[in-house]
């Protein structure tokens, strides 16, 4: 007896994607979630990171006497180094002296200016009109100048600490005017208030242990050669925004 031969049916459309429905959603795959919480990390961290950073009135006062004028390698890697130092949101003074100091520049820093500083480290024994007309250079009148501008910074609200790096290859006299160092720990006391910290850098043998004497005393000061410039700078923000 022969038996009629039964067709396989194929399986209806809605089977189909009845199954295709149950195949577990991407969210739920190991790798999907390894890749959301990586994105938020590179992208949260920076963000977590920058909102516990203190911002700081950075001031940057380099010597461009003619002693310190062969120093001009030197000059510009320090400058680029301290460009690197600051955050959006720091206060930037930036100033150069030799027989008299001045103020250039006194504003908050953009993140979109860093290449522009960068830039302009070219020009930093450049001396300024009516700079260097007199042969000397005036550590006192360089840190008279930036505790006036730190006065006039702190009243218009920018109360924050000070991290300030002054650049000096020696100190030679000024109509014939010895350096006051007694005056110059002073000025540095009243600069460092309130948390802030000082650095001098490049100094001459001589100079360096005569601030070294003067300072001994004096918390959160450092005297550096230009060879120790990078450890200096990466000490006096650290100390000022921790």
């Known amino acids: 007896m022969k038996y009629p031969v039964r067709k396989l049916s194929q399986q209806p459309p809605s089977i189909l994607l ?17 890749c959301a919480v990586a994105g938020v990390l590179l992208l949260g961290v920076p963000i977590v990171i920058d909102s ?31 460009t690197e130092h600051l ?28 290449l522009s500083l960068q830039n302009q480290c070219q020009q930093i024994t ?17 840190l008279s100048r930036l505790e006036t501008e730190i006065h006039h910074q702190q009243s218009q609200g920018h109360t924050q600490p000070v991290a300030a790096a002054i ?20 000025k540095i006391e009243s600069i460092i208030q309130k948390g802030g910290a000082v650095t001098i850098i490049g100094s001459s043998v001589d100079l360096q242990n005569q601030l070294s004497r003067q300072l001994v005393s004096v918390k959160n000061t450092q005297v550096c050669t230009y060879s120790d410039s990078l450890a200096c700078l990466d000490w006096l923000f650290q100390t000022v925004r921790k």
């Open 52 to 82: 516990f950073t203190h911002r700081v009135n950075s001031a940057f006062l380099v010597d461009v006497s003619l002693s310190n004028q062969p120093y001009k390698a030197e000059l510009e890697k320090l400058c680029h180094q301290y």
């Open 126 to 142: 450049t001396q300024p009109p009516g700079i260097g007309q007199t042969p000397g250079t005036s550590l006192i009148d360089a």
């Open 18 to 34: 009845e199954k295709v429905e149950k195949e577990p959603p991407l969210w739920k795959y190991s790798f999907t979630w390894v």
């Open 167 to 186: 650049v000096i290859q020696s100190a030679e006299l000024v109509n014939h005017q010895q350096q006051d160092f007694t005056l110059i720990k002073s």
């Open 87 to 114: 955050v959006e949101g720091d206060i930037r003074i930036q100033g150069k002296f030799a027989d008299r100091a001045t103020i250039l520049s006194n504003q908050e820093f953009q993140e979109r200016d860093r």
